[in-house]
């Protein structure tokens, strides 16, 4: 998986996820968004786009639970957009759909991190 930064705006930052997202991604201790963007990421607002990502593994959903784990802990926000139907199918079946912030698409999750500005 390779993480690419497709615009950061100092309010909402956007990425983009590309390949898998796998046990093989990254290792035990390694956690690419924060080596990408440093660790006060997680206090910001992230849009993170699915599109490019072609496969989720067990690790890889533990990741995105991690994820938005740190960024609630931190006051900040991750949603996942863009998921392809196969990934997509995955998070459904596990249940991540209840637990994750989610959008359709760019423009829904824009909005989605921007009416939680304040909140």
């Not at 615009?7 to 990408?36: C, M």
Request: negative net charge; charged residues 20%.
């Amino acid at each position: 998986m390779r993480l690419n930064v497709m615009s950061n705006d100092g309010a909402v930052t956007s990425v983009s996820a590309v390949g898998q997202i796998t046990q093989n991604a990254f290792g035990a201790e390694d956690e690419p968004l924060a080596r990408a963007l440093g660790d006060e990421v997680y206090g910001s607002r992230l849009l993170l786009s699915l599109q490019a990502t072609d496969y989720v593994d067990s690790r890889g959903v533990g990741w995105l639970l991690k994820l938005h784990r740190r960024f609630c802990q931190a006051g900040g926000i991750v949603v996942l957009h863009s998921i392809p139907p196969t990934i997509q199918e995955v998070l459904k079946v596990l249940h991540m759909d209840e637990i994750l912030n989610i959008s359709a698409d760019e423009q829904a999750a824009r909005a989605k991190v921007q009416g939680t500005a304040d909140a």
